[in-house]
Structures are given as structure tokens and as C-alpha cells.
């Protein structure tokens, strides 16, 4: 519980208006969207700038009083559930496109910026930012560099981290600290712009960005492959790369979801495959037809049963629909919809997703998984029921023998949503105890009382390892 | 985790039992629905109150969260949730945003029902006024017509002057005044009264329309209902207008009075029913919304289930029966179907085929806001545009977010003004830049907003808020059979 004293001093910096603790307040901050985390906040606050997060930050450090940092809550691993109260500062108020440098090709932004906002102004000065994830619509720039945030473009692009060269952030102890800058080459001391992003606000409350912009691609081309074999498919999407080419997209989706997206879509597509790649190029126009005819050349040496090129941007879209449609769909098809990322080296997609169908079968869940092939990063998605608790149980089974499989495979538990609360029991099965001790180490050097975001990223205990039962 | 948040919220209260609203809100609301949502966040883009202030209260994601909260037995409804559901504009935005296909605005319709079976908040005139608007005048056609005739009186009598005059007016609220202002000539006689109630198709008979006329439709607007059977005739439509039909309950359901909006429901399906029309036409998104939706308006009476249904499938608006089943003329037909921004034919001189097509006189500017429900709900954006875009000589050009509330939304510009101020400004902000010469509209609140936009802004000199009717009835240029 937050003393009163300490809400008078939190109102007195940004006015009564910018703080809340009504109970319409509170329960509206006590989830984000992860299914089924629920947990309350004292308070609400909406720093209007650096200098009142700073001083907010005062305030906090002073009373030990946990704070959590929030864009638009859609993170999908509890990055923003306040499990242990304290304030939830939304940064939503802070905003504005501060600059936007034509000669150095950076942007100079505030942290509660809509990213499709920021993504189509660029567009319209003739520049390009390439991340995308699929919430952009609705995430923040603060929140998709506090989880270091990917997209469908990611494989040819990169993700958030690629993007960041300069960083303003506001420590646990309210001090401003300034990372990085417009400079594209900069190696003084240790790179705390890349410790700051992916970092789920666990060591500072990021105040502004600097981030690097490109020149747009010129053209981009669509194709759709379908496959009856899985390994086909798998095998296809190591190939189009030994071959050295990088498309800029380069997405999966697997017979489940398959079924489900034709269900809702009608999309004509065919049931009895195993697996759909959409893959889309982008660049110079002969380079750009050039590397379609290639891939078309290799989808079919890999036994795709139909391969269909679109032939302008209109039927570019039409055969986008069957990746967008997935969670659509997908969502549909039951209540809760958990949809987890789970990611592997490209050449193991096949397996992982023959072991995902496994392990959904044996403990009877309806697990679906599409994702970004191109850099392996899976989203097994399960279609559940809040309210069946023997089911949710099953399904918390399946994932946490999912993440044990993807581990063995050499992946990783999470390729872009975070460890946040859900993922922090299984870190240490990815990064080691020494590697725990190490984060540890760090987060203590920024947040010695561990005010930023607790609970977050390291957890109480950690899960044992599941053992495997292959087939 | 559930017990723990209620108690924690009972401390923050300090403890409070839980009312009579939180029982008849956990009987009313639907808790698939509620589970339904997955908090994803894609709603809040689409949402005005979200974009106006930021808040997540004050997104449907929050608004559900409360909802949610208070079915879960974790808050109390209190006053502050009242005003939250009372925040939301109904518009419906967030549905064709979500992915999981959540139900929100049956959700928001149940929260307002059961806050007004309960509220003690609302002051003894505000019941009052609601008690006689919900139960006393709309479900009567001959009493709104009274009030109609009443306020034709009021305008065409020196009253309305004397009264503009003596500053009376400065005594309301000042966006009570600044309606007053905007509202059009009212009419006693209703469509129906002034055409009678059988209008034959010209030419060979398509099929056979039931109009609903609406009540404020009927009042305020009665020029619109009859170039809206006028239109219908020409594209090839009996027309036929049931004496017997009703207020259809929009404002009823929208603002919490269920039981009201049932049993007008019930009257409207009798009254289409023994017409035997093919389709029923509504010229009011705001209504034809409720009308589509008559099968979950009685989803809990089986005995009206197959009526309702009946009612429910051939419900649609003009625009949609015009462009998918009206007798357009081949050139009109052909620029509605390729989505011709612009027909070529300056006029057509009575000489080209069959069906109706239409044409302006003078070079003119169109752009079109869209009606929330007509969009949202009968999930019908495109028919409107077609048939702007097939009026030779006008010019369409879309309104930059035109999908977005406008700030209407049925009675919410008067109990809500300052926010529904606000929207109204950035939406004349936007209206301004398309330069047109019409706004035209395919609801009679929206309308109105539009009017209400235009004359604040003072751009009453270079454009016209018009209804989508009544633009094309005054541009038809040709019916040869
Ligand atoms: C349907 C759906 C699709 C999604 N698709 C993708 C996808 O394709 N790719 C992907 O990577 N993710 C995806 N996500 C996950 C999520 O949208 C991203 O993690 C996103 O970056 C979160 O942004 P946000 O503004 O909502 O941040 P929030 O959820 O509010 O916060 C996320 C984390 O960032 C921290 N944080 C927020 N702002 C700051 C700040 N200013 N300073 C310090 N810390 C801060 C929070 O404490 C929290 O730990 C998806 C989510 C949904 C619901
Ligand atoms: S879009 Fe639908 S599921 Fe997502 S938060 Fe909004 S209402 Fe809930
Ligand atoms: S109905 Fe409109 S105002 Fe209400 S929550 Fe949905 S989008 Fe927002």
C-alpha cells in the first residue's frame, strides 16, 4: 500500500489531474495483453516529461515504492502486471516526434508514441522504419524497445535493437542518463543503449529515442507456396537462404492453422497441406523479379504442390490475407487465445513444429503455430478456456514442454515478446545460473532497491526441466 | 488471484458491500463475452473517447475490463463507472476492430440497462425527461408527430424569432442553443400522411420495400423519407409504408430501456410481417442498426425468434438496396460497379436504356461521413460511395477519417457536449480540407452534427450538410423503362 504522503508528492509533480487511484483507475491498469494476469496497482500517473519521470523516480526511490512503466499494455508476457502494486506510469502523454533529421537519417522521438503513427509519418518524408510487429497499430516506440520488438520484415531488416542508436533514460534514483546519439559509430565504454533495449523496464524508464531510418525499398513482390510435406517446406526456407537470398518476408503457417484461416476466410486454400510459406521480396525491381523466380524455382525443387506469384500489389495483399487472417481466425475459434513465441535456428522449423503437434496431442490441446520462418521465430498458439481450469492446466503443460524443446534444439524461449512474468521461471534454462547472476549483477547496479518493474524477468524459483518424451 | 484483488480493492475502498447494480450487472452481462476478449488492445485505436483523452478507462478494452471486474464481484459499480458507460458513444468502432469478435456493443447495451434500472444519480428532470421522451413520446407515432406539429409551430410562428431575439435562449446550455439553431423546419405530417402508404415501382417490378420511416426520420426529415420512395420507385421498387410500424427503439436500447426497445421490436416485425415486403428499407443507419439486430434484441424470447430472424435477414439500408438490387442505369451500373471515382457523362439526355442514373448540373465537390452504424453494424461502407461516385459531374473525395464518430451519437451531443465537442472539432477540421461543396450523411443525428459543425466552424457560405437521399433524389436524371 502507497502512504498518502507519497501520493501528495506524486500529485504536487504532475497535478491531480495526471495521478489516479480510483478504483476504475486501478483495475483498468491491473492486466495487460496477457491471458489471465491480473494484479492491482496503488496508483496511476502520467508524466507529462523527463523531468517529472525524474522527479517521480525521486519520490519512489525514496519511499522503495515499485513502479511500472507502461505503453499500451499489449505485451504478451506480463511485462505491465503490476504484481507487486506500486505505480504503473503510462507513457502515453509523452508522445511528440521530436525531429526528424533528413541529412543524418534519424528520428529523434518520445517514448509513448503510437509506432504506426511514427512508421506512416516517415513514410510520407520519403523514408523507412522498418520494424513492424503486428501490434504497431496500437504499441508504443517506448514499449517495442523495452521488449526489443519484431516484425514480419524482421528477417531481412532486423528488429527493435537494429533500429535504437541513442537512448535518454531516467534512472531508479531519478538521475537523466544519455546513451548513444546520431553517431553511427560509437564505441565509448559499454553499449548501454543495447542493455536498454529488451531490458522490459526493468533498469531505467526510457524518456527518448533516437532511432535510425533507412531509404524505402522501391518495389516488393508476393508469393504464396504450399506444401503435403513439412520438411518440403522447412527445407525450402534454409535453401532460399544457403542461396543467399534474404527476402523480407518470409512467413509459416501449419496445417492447424491452415484449416482454421480457410474456415474464416474462405480462402479456397487447400486442407490437406502440411505447411503454407508466404514469402514476399522487396528492393530494386529486377533484383526483386530476379530473387521471386529464384525462390519459386526452389519451392518447387522442394516439392511444393502449388506456387502462386502475385501479380501486382492488389493480389499481393490477396495472398497476404492468409498470414493476417491467422490470429484473426485464430481468435475466433475459443475464448482465450495464448499465443507464445517460441524460436529455433531455421533449419530445425520442421522438427519444432512436429514436436509442437506432439506435445498438443498428448496432452489434448488445440495448439496452432504460424510464424516468422525466415528467422525461426514460432508463435504455437493455443485456442483455450479461461474457465476450464483442468484444460489451462494441460495447456501451461504443453507450452512449458514446448520452450523445453525449443531449448534442445538450440531456440530460445522467447524470439520477441519478452520474458516479462510468464517466461522468467524458464530464463535461467536458456541462459544458465551464471548467466542469471550475471543480469542480476546488473539489474543491482541500476536499481539497487529493485523498484523498476519487480518480479519481472527473474523469478522467485525456476522451473525445472521437463523431460522430453519424443513420439 | 481473483479473491486477492477483491479484498484488496475492499481495503481501497474501504470495504462497501456489494449493491443491487453489481447483482443485476452480474445477472445481465454476457460473461462468454466478456471472456471473449483477450485484451489484445487492437480496439483502442478505433476508439474517439480513447483517442481524446489517452485513458485506458475510456477505451473499450478498459470499458470491458470494468465490466468484467464487476461481473467478477472485484468492484463495486459506482458512480464513476456510470459515467464511464455513459462516456462511450455507442459508435461501435472496436467491433470491426476486433479480432475475437467481441460483442461489445451487447455488452455496453446490458451495463445500461442495468445502470438504469438502478442509478440513483441521474437528477429527478433528467428522469423525468427520460420517462416522457423513452415511454411517453417515441413508442407513439401520433404523440411524436404531435410534438412535431408543436415545434413547426414554435418555428413558424414569430415564437422562434422572439425567442432567438430575446437572448431566452442564452438561459440553456450553449450547445442547446446552438441545436436549436440547426434544426430543420419540423413537419406534422409524416411521410405517410402527406404520399399515403402504396407506391408503385416504375417499370417492371423488382420487388416489393417496406420503408421504415422512422420517428425523428419522419419529423424533422419528412422530405428525405419521401425522395426516399420516390428513388426506390424509380430504380424499380413497390414501395409500401405500414401504418402500423413504430419508433424502432434505437434510443430506447442505446441509452438502457431493453423492455421499451422489445416491445416496439415486437410491433415493428408484426406490422413489416403483415405487409409481405421482400426487403425493409431504412434511411437512418441509427435505426436500420437496431433493426438488424432484432434477433439479439429478443434472443431471450423464443416465440419472437423466427419473426425476429425474418425481420432481422431482409433488413437493409437504401443505399445497399440501390447499388445490389435497384434497376440502375448500364452506364450508372457500370460506374458503380467499377468504382469509377468520377462518371464522365455530364447528363443523359433521356436517350440511354433503362433504370435510373444520376448527374449534377453544376462541377460539384462531394465528400461523405460516414453513419457509425450504417458502417459498424450493417457493415455497409461501401454501397453510399458507389452511388456518390456514379453521379456524373460530382466529384467524390473521401473525408480523412471519415470512419470515425463524428460525436453525435444519438442523444450523446447533449449529455456528453464536451466531449462531443471536441470530436466534432477535429472532424471539421478534417471536413474543411476536402474543400466540397456537400457533406453528405446516411443518418439523421450525423446530419445534424454535420449541420450543427458547419455553422460553429463558419462554413455555412461554401458547404451543405446533406443526406445522401436527398443529394441523389435531386440529381436523378433519367427513368425510361
Ligand atoms: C495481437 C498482438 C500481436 C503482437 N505482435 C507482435 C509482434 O509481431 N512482434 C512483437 O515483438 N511483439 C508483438 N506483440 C507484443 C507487444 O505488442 C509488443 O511487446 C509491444 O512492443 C509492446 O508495446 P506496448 O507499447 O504495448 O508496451 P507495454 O506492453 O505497455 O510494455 C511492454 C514492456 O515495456 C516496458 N516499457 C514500456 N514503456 C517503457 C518505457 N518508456 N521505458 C521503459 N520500459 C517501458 C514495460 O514495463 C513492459 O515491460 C503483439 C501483441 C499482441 C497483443
Ligand atoms: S480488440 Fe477485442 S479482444 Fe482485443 S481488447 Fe478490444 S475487445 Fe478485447
Ligand atoms: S462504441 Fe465507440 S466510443 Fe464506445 S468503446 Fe467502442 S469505439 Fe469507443
Given at each position: 500500500m502507497l502512504h498518502d504522503t507519497v501520493k501528495s508528492k506524486l500529485r504536487a509533480i504532475v497535478g491531480d489531474r495526471w495521478f489516479k487511484d480510483d478504483p476504475e483507475s486501478l483495475i483498468t491498469h491491473s492486466y495487460d495483453g496477457t491471458p489471465m494476469l491480473q494484479s492491482l496497482p496503488d496508483g496511476v500517473i502520467y508524466p507529462e516529461n523527463t523531468a517529472q519521470v525524474s522527479a517521480i523516480m525521486k519520490v519512489l526511490q525514496e519511499h522503495r515504492a515499485p513502479v511500472v512503466s507502461r505503453g499500451s499494455g499489449t505485451n504478451l508476457c506480463g511485462g505491465t502486471v503490476p504484481v507487486e502494486g506500486g505505480i504503473v506510469m503510462v507513457m502515453h502523454r509523452m508522445n511528440r516526434i521530436l525531429e526528424v533529421d533528413l541529412e543524418n537519417l534519424t528520428a529523434t522521438v518520445q517514448p509513448g508514441l503510437i509506432t504506426k503513427q511514427f512508421s506512416t509519418h516517415v513514410e510520407g518524408l520519403g523514408l523507412f522504419y522498418p520494424p513492424d510487429p503486428g501490434s504497431m497499430a496500437i504499441s508504443t516506440i517506448g514499449g517495442n524497445i523495452a521488449e526489443c520488438s519484431g516484425g514480419l520484415r524482421g528477417l531481412?531488416?532486423?528488429?527493435?535493437?537494429?533500429?535504437?542508436?541513442?537512448?535518454?533514460?531516467?534512472?531508479?534514483?531519478?538521475?537523466?542518463?544519455?546513451?548513444?546519439?546520431?553517431?553511427?559509430?560509437?564505441?565509448?565504454g559499454y553499449d548501454l543503449t543495447k542493455l536498454l533495449v529488451g531490458s522490459e523496464g526493468t533498469l531505467a524508464v526510457i524518456t527518448e529515442a533516437t532511432l535510425k531510418l533507412i531509404p524505402p525499398p522501391k518495389t516488393k513482390k508476393t508469393m504464396l507456396a504450399m506444401y503435403k510435406d513439412l520438411y518440403g517446406a522447412a527445407r525450402t526456407v534454409s535453401k532460399i537462404i544457403e542461396n543467399r537470398i534474404i527476402p523480407a518476408t518470409l512467413e509459416f503457417l501449419?496445417?492447424?492453422?491452415?484449416?482454421?484461416?480457410?474456415?474464416?476466410?474462405?480462402?479456397?486454400?487447400?486442407?490437406?497441406?502440411?505447411?503454407?510459406?508466404?514469402?514476399?521480396?522487396?528492393?530494386?525491381?529486377?533484383?526483386?523479379?530476379?530473387?521471386?523466380?529464384?525462390?519459386?524455382?526452389?519451392?518447387?525443387?522442394?516439392?511444393?504442390?502449388?506456387?502462386?506469384?502475385?501479380?501486382?500489389?492488389?493480389?499481393?495483399?490477396?495472398?497476404?490475407?492468409?498470414?493476417?487472417?491467422?490470429?484473426?481466425a485464430l481468435a475466433r475459434l475459443r475464448p482465450t487465445t495464448i499465443l507464445e513465441d517460441a524460436t529455433v535456428p531455421r533449419s530445425k522449423i520442421a522438427e519444432m513444429v512436429l514436436a509442437i503437434n506432439e506435445i498438443a496431442a498428448r496432452h489434448q490441446v488445440t495448439i496452432c503455430t504460424f510464424g516468422h520462418a525466415g528467422d525461426g521465430n514460432l508463435h504455437p498458439t493455443a485456442t483455450t478456456d479461461a474457465r476450464d481450469k483442468d484444460e489451462i492446466h494441460r495447456v501451461e503443460q504443453a507450452f512449458e514442454e514446448i520452450f523445453e524443446a525449443a531449448i534442445q534444439l538450440g531456440g530460445t524461449i522467447t524470439g520477441e515478446h519478452g520474458v516479462g512474468l510468464v517466461k522468467a521461471p524458464y530464463l535461467e534454462w536458456k541462459i544458465g545460473a551464471a548467466g542469471i547472476e550475471m543480469m542480476r549483477g546488473i539489474k543491482l547496479a541500476f536499481d539497487p532497491n529493485n523498484i523498476l518493474n519487480p518480479g519481472k524477468m527473474f523469478a522467485k524459483a525456476s522451473r525445472k526441466r521437463v523431460v522430453l518424451r519424443h513420439g | 488471484?481473483?479473491?486477492?484483488?477483491?479484498?484488496?480493492?475492499?481495503?481501497?475502498?474501504?470495504?462497501?458491500?456489494?449493491?443491487?447494480?453489481?447483482?443485476?450487472?452480474?445477472?445481465?452481462?454476457?460473461?462468454?463475452?466478456?471472456?471473449?476478449?483477450?485484451?489484445?488492445?487492437?480496439?483502442?485505436?478505433?476508439?474517439?473517447?480513447?483517442?481524446?483523452?489517452?485513458?485506458?478507462?475510456?477505451?473499450?478494452?478498459?470499458?470491458?475490463?470494468?465490466?468484467?471486474?464487476?461481473?467478477?464481484?472485484?468492484?463495486?459499480?459506482?458512480?464513476?463507472?456510470?459515467?464511464?458507460?455513459?462516456?462511450?458513444?455507442?459508435?461501435?468502432?472496436?467491433?470491426?476492430?476486433?479480432?475475437?469478435?467481441?460483442?461489445?456493443?451487447?455488452?455496453?447495451?446490458?451495463?445500461?440497462?442495468?445502470?438504469?434500472?438502478?442509478?440513483?444519480?441521474?437528477?429527478?428532470?433528467?428522469?423525468?425527461?427520460?420517462?416522457?421522451?423513452?415511454?411517453?413520446?417515441?413508442?407513439?407515432?401520433?404523440?411524436?408527430?404531435?410534438?412535431?406539429?408543436?415545434?413547426?409551430?414554435?418555428?413558424?410562428?414569430?415564437?422562434r424569432k422572439l425567442v432567438r431575439g430575446s437572448g431566452l435562449l442564452k438561459l440553456f446550455p450553449k450547445h442547446m442553443e446552438q441545436m436549436e439553431r440547426i434544426l430543420p423546419d419540423a413537419s406534422y405530417r409524416g411521410v405517410?400522411?402527406?404520399?399515403?402508404?402504396?407506391?408503385?415501382?416504375?417499370?417492371?417490378?423488382?420487388?416489393?420495400?417496406?420503408?421504415?420511416?422512422?420517428?425523428?426520420?419522419?419529423?424533422?426529415?419528412?422530405?428525405?423519407?419521401?425522395?426516399?420512395?420516390?428513388?426506390?420507385?424509380?430504380?424499380?421498387?413497390?414501395?409500401?409504408?405500414?401504418?402500423?410500424?413504430?419508433?424502432?427503439?434505437?434510443?430506447?436500447?442505446?441509452?438502457?430501456?431493453?423492455?421499451?426497445?422489445?416491445?416496439?421490436?415486437?410491433?415493428?416485425?408484426?406490422?413489416?410481417?403483415?405487409?409481405?415486403?421482400?426487403?425493409?428499407?431504412?434511411?437512418?443507419?441509427?435505426?436500420?442498426?437496431?433493426?438488424?439486430?432484432?434477433?439479439?434484441?429478443?434472443?431471450?424470447?423464443?416465440?419472437?425468434?423466427?419473426?425476429?430472424?425474418?425481420?432481422?435477414?431482409?433488413?437493409?439500408?437504401?443505399?445497399?438496396?440501390?447499388?445490389e438490387h435497384g434497376r440502375l442505369q448500364a452506364s450508372a451500373a457500370a460506374a458503380v460497379a467499377a468504382g469509377k471515382t468520377q462518371a464522365t457523362a455530364p447528363s443523359c439526355g433521356g436517350s440511354c436504356g433503362s433504370g435510373i442514373s444520376f448527374a449534377s448540373a453544376d462541377k460539384v465537390r462531394i465528400t461523405y461521413q460516414d453513419s457509425c452504424h450504417l458502417r459498424n453494424v450493417m457493415r455497409s461502407p461501401e454501397a453510399p460511395r458507389k452511388l456518390m461516385r456514379s453521379v456524373a459531374n460530382a466529384e467524390f473525395v473521401e473525408l480523412y477519417e471519415s470512419d470515425r464518430c463524428c460525436g453525435s451519437a444519438g442523444i450523446y451531443n447533449l449529455t456528453q457536449p464536451d466531449m462531443a465537442g471536441q470530436i466534432l472539432d477535429h472532424k471539421m477540421d478534417h471536413v474543411k480540407?476536402?474543400?466540397?461543396?456537400?457533406?453528405?450523411?446516411?443518418?439523421?443525428?450525423?446530419?445534424?452534427?454535420?449541420?450543427?459543425?458547419?455553422?460553429?466552424?463558419?462554413?455555412?457560405?461554401?458547404?451543405?450538410?446533406?443526406?445522401?437521399?436527398?443529394?441523389?433524389?435531386e440529381r436523378l436524371c433519367k427513368t425510361e423503362h
Open positions: 531481412k531488416y532486423g528488429t527493435t535493437k537494429d533500429y535504437v542508436i541513442g537512448l535518454e533514460a531516467v534512472l531508479a534514483n531519478g538521475e537523466i542518463i544519455r546513451t548513444g546519439g546520431k553517431l553511427m559509430k560509437d564505441v565509448a501449419d496445417n492447424p492453422t491452415i484449416r482454421v484461416v480457410d474456415d474464416f476466410a474462405k480462402l479456397g486454400l487447400p486442407l490437406d497441406m502440411d505447411a503454407i510459406l508466404l514469402i514476399e521480396q522487396d528492393g530494386d525491381p529486377e533484383t526483386v523479379e530476379r530473387d521471386i523466380a529464384l525462390i519459386a524455382d526452389i519451392c518447387r525443387s522442394e516439392n511444393a504442390e502449388r506456387v502462386s506469384i502475385a501479380a501486382n500489389d492488389e493480389e499481393g495483399l490477396k495472398l497476404m490475407t492468409a498470414r493476417r487472417s491467422a490470429f484473426t | 488471484m481473483a479473491n486477492s484483488l477483491a479484498s484488496m480493492l475492499e481495503a481501497k475502498n474501504g470495504g462497501g458491500s456489494c449493491s443491487e447494480l453489481a447483482a443485476t450487472l452480474k445477472n445481465t452481462l454476457d460473461y462468454d463475452q466478456l471472456t471473449n476478449c483477450m485484451r489484445c488492445g487492437f480496439c483502442l485505436p478505433a476508439c474517439p473517447t480513447f483517442r481524446e483523452t489517452g485513458i485506458e478507462a475510456e477505451s473499450p478494452r478498459g470499458r470491458i475490463a470494468l465490466m468484467k471486474a464487476v461481473a467478477d464481484g472485484l468492484m463495486d459499480p459506482d458512480y464513476a463507472f456510470e459515467t464511464q458507460m455513459n462516456h462511450c458513444l455507442g459508435c461501435r468502432a472496436c467491433e470491426p476492430a476486433c479480432p475475437a469478435d467481441v460483442k461489445y456493443g451487447q455488452l455496453l447495451e446490458q451495463a445500461r440497462d442495468s445502470v438504469e434500472r438502478h442509478t440513483v444519480n441521474h437528477r429527478w428532470w433528467v428522469k423525468l425527461a427520460r420517462k416522457t421522451a423513452f415511454d411517453g413520446v417515441f413508442p407513439h407515432q401520433g404523440r411524436m408527430r404531435f410534438l412535431g406539429g408543436a415545434l413547426q409551430a414554435y418555428q413558424r410562428s414569430g415564437l405517410l400522411e402527406q404520399m399515403g402508404s402504396l407506391h408503385r415501382a416504375a417499370g417492371e417490378r423488382v420487388g416489393t420495400v417496406g420503408l421504415f420511416r422512422g420517428c425523428i426520420m419522419d419529423v424533422l426529415f419528412t422530405e428525405t423519407n419521401k425522395h426516399t420512395v420516390e428513388l426506390l420507385n424509380a430504380a424499380g421498387f413497390d414501395v409500401v409504408i405500414p401504418d402500423t410500424q413504430n419508433c424502432c427503439g434505437a434510443l430506447h436500447a442505446h441509452s438502457g430501456e431493453q423492455a421499451g426497445a422489445k416491445e416496439l421490436a415486437k410491433r415493428n416485425i408484426a406490422a413489416f410481417r403483415a405487409a409481405g415486403v421482400d426487403w425493409i428499407v431504412s434511411n437512418a443507419g441509427g435505426c436500420g442498426a437496431l433493426l438488424v439486430e432484432y434477433d439479439h434484441l429478443l434472443h431471450d424470447e423464443p416465440e419472437w425468434a423466427e419473426g425476429a430472424a425474418w425481420f432481422a435477414k431482409r433488413t437493409l439500408d437504401v443505399s445497399k438496396l440501390l447499388v480540407r476536402t474543400e466540397a461543396h456537400y457533406l453528405l450523411t446516411s443518418n439523421p443525428g450525423c446530419l445534424l452534427q454535420m449541420k450543427l459543425g458547419i455553422e460553429k466552424h463558419g462554413m455555412s457560405g461554401r458547404m451543405q450538410a446533406v443526406h445522401l437521399v436527398d443529394f441523389l433524389h
